[in-house]
């Protein structure tokens, strides 16, 4: 089945994660995705380790692969004219440009926005930085964890109380980032479907990092106190990891109407929660260490996914603390076929997640390819669609500027 | 609803509690949908949740939470509804037959009970979109599981790598699957939108919460099909250093600092005044520097231990190196860059006069076609007349009956107790 946006067109001239991802989930759902990367060295990404197979190679890399599904790639030098020529050309029939360079670095270069419309007058440019297209921050650099850091969610969100702030893994205020991303282009592409016009977009991944994850702002202007890390410490029932026979669980009071420590004394078999220095949220917590010494043993005696089915079936509300391989093994995930399979030359199959919703019964996560090789798609896109002869294909790959 | 209503004309009902399904909603409200959100007498716990002004919930409590402002009842319309009343059941059908989107997050098998299913509302109304988030979806084994945010972090595999370096598994956020949850649905629901303008045909949308948690760790899912383990380093990385959080002057405050290559880490160098120790040979490489890390950060913090985080944080930015303040939400609401960018969303809620002007955070993305500021935060059932008059076509004298005998209203019942 063609996905939902498959008369949409992107092109990706990012060279960041965040503009990566904000254009895999257009392609996952059926965009033409065209990724333009550097000659030669291509996206940062390529680089970066771990590598399927375990040594160093630009096709090979979890984090490209993963941020780069169902997209074409092709390789252009934006800093050579007749890079740029091809890239006006290719802006002509492009629905949506995605690119991450700092602000007034494509202007500079002479592919701002302004020449984008000039080219597409119906093009909708989305530009994502740390900071922002202006203010004083606008010309510093950053990275996901610059992004935790000034976004409140280092000091408010993850760590512990009494030690250093701590963040999450994996990139998540760049994945943050791209999910307003793709918001604000479906809006501007039905804004551009209405009145027939193009625009652009800045988005600052600072600010996703404050608006989305954590709500911190008006918490502190309401009540004038800024929120602190620390939330799960010591919190035995509503917070701490504790170990099962095969791995992790986190408990919550949830499901068990107001009457958290009888119901899980029940389950657990456990009469020692009943003691009163456990009835309150603040009395468990001052006496942690005496809680966990009873239910930690206890949880200990079960396997991760008999606990879930069972607790599941009493109405009780558990988190397993999965690890990766779990999740890939999941019989949960396998039988509402969350996972798609892609064939890549370099790495062979590998599932991959998909968007996170079933559309009538489907997942429609589009499988037309896994992440393209660096300048896969040259001849077809530069030589088919745009019509160069191979001689001038020749002539741009002698100049690298492909 | 915003002035220029890119989706002015689309109609949402939803049954929506607590975090991740109001904050979705909240996206279609700021593009001008009329989004109606049915609530219960029964389940205030959202307008329970504040936070009130000092931590003090007033007389009228239920208007005055900030949360509601931010996304619970942000630009949407409020119908305090009893939809488990029969009455209230054919209410609800009448205004699902004119509307495009039914949305709910309650766990799968309610909706059905109630006869809001989806199989039900498209004999209503065929062309209906609906969506339900739910911990993890209407099919497969774990179906009738709840969840919290803080649960689905776990399940989906981010807790499992998150964590200080050589220290156990922690969730990353209580709330932050909530709302990237949210932002999944509000794409959710604008690609079926898109597909209806198409095609002419509504869809099911079964959104859950560890997949989209899931999807956002694709990395580490495809690492664990090849046996490749990533280990917890905390604000560490996988093969950059200096990558971490260093100590400053005064309590409980911290900068990070970000080198990426062997240029960075020149600026770096000439930033400290080139100490004899940043000097030493296995200090010189890329890798060299990876593998030394915590001897590095130990020199690191010792230099930054003594400074003030935001001057600091200028200074080696002003110099080409990458660091940031962690900045406390007192900061953030006082800084000037986001101010001059006009970031914030300044909003005064006339349902809550004595919360008074008050700021929030802004939306991320900034484009003067797409206005997404907050302009209003619904009052409890403030839209009862107004949506029951003209989405469900009511007389004033139905109305009038569905009041007197409890089935709307617009303040809690007396005996429910303030937050």
């Given at each position: 089945?063609?996905?939902?946006?498959?008369?949409?067109?992107?092109?990706?001239?990012?060279?960041?994660?965040?503009?990566?991802?904000?254009?895999?989930?257009?392609?996952?759902?059926?965009?033409?995705?065209?990724?333009?990367?550097?000659?030669?060295?291509?996206?940062?990404?390529?680089?970066?380790?771990?590598?399927?197979?375990?040594?160093?190679?630009?096709?090979?890399?979890?984090?490209?692969?993963?941020?780069?599904?169902?997209?074409?790639?092709?390789?252009?030098?934006?800093?050579?004219?007749?890079?740029?020529?091809?890239?006006?050309?290719?802006?002509?029939?492009?629905?949506?440009?995605?690119?991450?360079?700092?602000?007034?670095?494509?202007?500079?270069?002479?592919?701002?926005?302004?020449?984008?419309?000039?080219?597409?007058?119906?093009?909708?440019?989305?530009?994502?930085?740390?900071?922002?297209?202006?203010?004083?921050?606008?010309?510093?650099?950053?990275?996901?964890?610059?992004?935790?850091?000034?976004?409140?969610?280092?000091?408010?969100?993850?760590?512990?109380?009494?030690?250093?702030?701590?963040?999450?893994?994996?990139?998540?205020?760049?994945?943050?980032?791209?999910?307003?991303?793709?918001?604000?282009?479906?809006?501007?592409?039905?804004?551009?479907?209405?009145?027939?016009?193009?625009?652009?977009?800045?988005?600052?991944?600072?600010?996703?990092?404050?608006?989305?994850?954590?709500?911190?702002?008006?918490?502190?202007?309401?009540?004038?106190?800024?929120?602190?890390?620390?939330?799960?410490?010591?919190?035995?029932?509503?917070?701490?990891?504790?170990?099962?026979?095969?791995?992790?669980?986190?408990?919550?009071?949830?499901?068990?109407?107001?009457?958290?420590?009888?119901?899980?004394?029940?389950?657990?078999?456990?009469?020692?929660?009943?003691?009163?220095?456990?009835?309150?949220?603040?009395?468990?917590?001052?006496?942690?260490?005496?809680?966990?010494?009873?239910?930690?043993?206890?949880?200990?005696?079960?396997?991760?996914?008999?606990?879930?089915?069972?607790?599941?079936?009493?109405?009780?509300?558990?988190?397993?603390?999965?690890?990766?391989?779990q999740v890939v093994e999941s019989p949960h995930l396998a039988e509402r076929g969350f996972f798609v399979e892609l064939e890549h030359s370099e790495v062979g199959t590998l599932k991959y997640p998909s968007a996170g919703f079933l559309m009538d019964g489907s997942n429609p996560m589009q499988t037309a390819r896994a992440a393209p090789r660096l300048g896969e798609h040259n001849a077809e896109i530069l030589g088919g669609e745009l019509g160069l002869s191979t001689e001038e294909l020749g002539v741009l790959r002698a100049a690298r500027v492909i | 609803m915003s002035s220029v209503g890119i989706l002015e004309g689309v109609r949402v009902l939803t049954l929506e509690q607590v975090h991740a399904l109001p904050w979705g909603t909240g996206f279609l409200a700021d593009l001008g949908a009329q989004v109606i959100r049915i609530e219960s007498l029964d389940h205030l716990q959202d307008r329970k949740a504040g936070p009130f002004p000092d931590g003090k919930p007033?007389?009228?409590?239920?208007?005055?939470?900030?949360?509601?402002?931010?996304?619970?009842?942000?630009?949407?319309?409020?119908?305090?509804?009893?939809?488990?009343?029969?009455?209230?059941?054919?209410?609800?059908?009448?205004?699902?037959?004119?509307?495009?989107?039914?949305?709910?997050?309650?766990?799968?098998?309610?909706?059905?009970?109630?006869?809001?299913?989806?199989?039900?509302?498209?004999?209503?109304?065929?062309?209906?979109?609906?969506?339900?988030?739910?911990?993890?979806?209407?099919?497969?084994?774990?179906?009738?599981?709840?969840?919290?945010?803080?649960?689905?972090?776990?399940?989906?595999?981010?807790?499992?790598?998150?964590?200080?370096?050589?220290?156990?598994?922690?969730?990353?956020?209580?709330?932050?699957?909530?709302?990237?949850?949210?932002?999944?649905?509000?794409?959710?629901?604008?690609?079926?939108?898109?597909?209806?303008?198409?095609?002419?045909?509504?869809?099911?949308?079964?959104?859950?919460?560890?997949?989209?948690?899931?999807?956002?760790?694709?990395?580490?899912?495809?690492?664990?099909?090849?046996?490749?383990?990533?280990?917890?380093?905390?604000?560490?990385?996988?093969?950059?250093?200096?990558?971490?959080?260093?100590?400053?002057?005064?309590?409980?405050?911290?900068?990070?600092?970000?080198?990426?290559?062997?240029?960075?880490?020149?600026?770096?160098?000439?930033?400290?005044?080139?100490?004899?120790?940043?000097?030493?040979?296995?200090?010189?490489?890329?890798?060299?520097?990876?593998?030394?890390?915590?001897?590095?950060?130990?020199?690191?913090?010792?230099?930054?231990?003594?400074?003030?985080?935001?001057?600091?944080?200028?200074?080696?930015?002003?110099?080409?190196?990458?660091?940031?303040?962690?900045?406390?939400?007192?900061?953030?609401?006082?800084?000037?860059?986001?101010?001059?960018?006009?970031?914030?969303?300044?909003?005064?809620?006339?349902?809550?006069?004595?919360?008074?002007?008050?700021?929030?955070?802004?939306?991320?993305?900034?484009?003067?076609?797409?206005?997404?500021?907050?302009?209003?935060?619904?009052?409890?059932?403030?839209?009862?007349?107004?949506?029951?008059?003209?989405?469900?076509?009511?007389?004033?004298?139905?109305?009038?009956?569905?009041?007197?005998?409890?089935?709307?209203?617009?303040?809690?019942?007396?005996?429910?107790?303030?937050?």
């Amino acid at each position: 089945m063609p996905g939902i946006l498959s008369n949409v067109r992107v092109l990706e001239v990012s060279n960041g994660p965040s503009g990566s991802f904000c254009a895999k989930l257009l392609a996952d759902q059926g965009a033409d995705a065209l990724k333009v990367e550097p000659p030669g060295w291509g996206d940062q990404a390529r680089h970066e380790p771990p590598f399927i197979g375990g040594d160093p190679h630009p096709d090979r890399g979890t984090t490209f692969l993963a941020f780069n599904t169902n997209k074409r790639g092709i390789t252009l030098d934006v800093e050579q004219a007749a890079g740029r020529d091809c890239l006006l050309r290719l802006a002509e029939t492009a629905d949506v440009i995605i690119e991450c360079y700092p602000p007034g670095r494509l202007n500079d270069l002479g592919i701002g926005y302004e020449k984008f419309q000039e080219v597409n007058s119906k093009v909708i440019l989305l530009s994502i930085t740390y900071f922002g297209q202006d203010g004083p921050y606008a010309d510093w650099e950053g990275d996901d964890l610059v992004a935790q850091a000034m976004g409140g969610f280092l000091y408010a969100v993850t760590g512990s109380a009494d030690r250093p702030p701590m963040g999450t893994a994996l990139q998540q205020m760049e994945i943050t980032a791209a999910r307003n991303g793709v918001i604000a282009i479906m809006a501007a592409l039905f804004r551009r479907d209405q009145t027939g016009e193009g625009t652009h977009i800045d988005l600052s991944t600072i600010e996703a990092a404050v608006s989305t994850p954590s709500g911190l702002i008006h918490p502190y202007t309401f009540t004038g106190r800024s929120p602190h890390r620390g939330g799960s410490d010591r919190n035995v029932m509503d917070g701490m990891h504790l170990p099962t026979k095969d791995g992790e669980v986190t408990l919550t009071t949830a499901g068990t109407g107001g009457r958290p420590m009888e119901v899980w004394a029940e389950f657990l078999e456990e009469p020692g929660l009943l003691d009163a220095k456990f009835a309150s949220r603040q009395s468990r917590l001052e006496n942690w260490e005496d809680l966990h010494n009873l239910v930690a043993p206890k949880l200990s005696q079960w396997n991760n996914l008999d606990l879930m089915r069972e607790t599941m079936g009493r109405g009780l509300v558990v988190g397993l603390v999965q690890s990766p391989v779990q999740v890939v093994e999941s019989p949960h995930l396998a039988e509402r076929g969350f996972f798609v399979e892609l064939e890549h030359s370099e790495v062979g199959t590998l599932k991959y997640p998909s968007a996170g919703f079933l559309m009538d019964g489907s997942n429609p996560m589009q499988t037309a390819r896994a992440a393209p090789r660096l300048g896969e798609h040259n001849a077809e896109i530069l030589g088919g669609e745009l019509g160069l002869s191979t001689e001038e294909l020749g002539v741009l790959r002698a100049a690298r500027v492909i | 609803m915003s002035s220029v209503g890119i989706l002015e004309g689309v109609r949402v009902l939803t049954l929506e509690q607590v975090h991740a399904l109001p904050w979705g909603t909240g996206f279609l409200a700021d593009l001008g949908a009329q989004v109606i959100r049915i609530e219960s007498l029964d389940h205030l716990q959202d307008r329970k949740a504040g936070p009130f002004p000092d931590g003090k919930p007033g007389d009228e409590w239920w208007n005055e939470g900030g949360n509601l402002a931010y996304f619970g009842t942000r630009n949407k319309q409020s119908l305090c509804l009893d939809v488990t009343s029969s009455d209230g059941k054919e209410v609800f059908l009448k205004l699902a037959a004119n509307s495009d989107i039914v949305t709910d997050n309650f766990r799968p098998g309610t909706m059905q009970r109630f006869g809001f299913d989806h199989e039900s509302l498209i004999e209503v109304n065929p062309r209906i979109i609906t969506l339900s988030g739910t911990a993890y979806g209407y099919t497969g084994p774990w179906r009738r599981a709840g969840s919290r945010a803080r649960t689905v972090d776990a399940a989906c595999g981010l807790s499992y790598l998150t964590g200080y370096e050589g220290g156990p598994s922690m969730r990353a956020s209580n709330n932050y699957m909530d709302h990237s949850v949210g932002n999944n649905v509000a794409y959710a629901l604008l690609l079926a939108l898109y597909n209806r303008n198409q095609t002419g045909q509504g869809m099911r949308i079964d959104l859950t919460m560890q997949e989209t948690g899931v999807s956002a760790i694709g990395p580490a899912i495809l690492e664990a099909q090849r046996d490749i383990s990533r280990t917890r380093l905390g604000c560490g990385h996988l093969w950059q250093s200096p990558h971490n959080v260093y100590p400053c002057r005064d309590n409980d405050r911290w900068i990070v600092i970000v080198v990426t290559n062997d240029q960075e880490w020149q600026l770096l160098k000439q930033a400290m005044d080139n100490p004899a120790w940043a000097e030493e040979s296995r200090f010189a490489s890329t890798l060299g520097r990876w593998e030394h890390r915590h001897e590095l950060d130990e020199y690191l913090g010792r230099w930054t231990a003594g400074q003030d985080d935001q001057e600091l944080m200028q200074k080696l930015q002003n110099q080409g190196v990458i660091a940031g303040a962690v900045f406390t939400a007192q900061d953030l609401a006082n800084n000037v860059h986001l101010d001059e960018r006009g970031f914030f969303s300044e909003f005064d809620n006339p349902n809550a006069p004595r919360v008074g002007p008050r700021k929030y955070a802004g939306r991320p993305f900034r484009d003067p076609g797409i206005p997404m500021a907050i302009t209003s935060a619904a009052a409890l059932g403030e839209h009862n007349g107004v949506v029951l008059r003209e989405v469900a076509g009511l007389s004033a004298a139905e109305i009038e009956a569905l009041a007197a005998s409890g089935v709307i209203a617009t303040t809690p019942r007396p005996e429910e107790q303030s937050p």
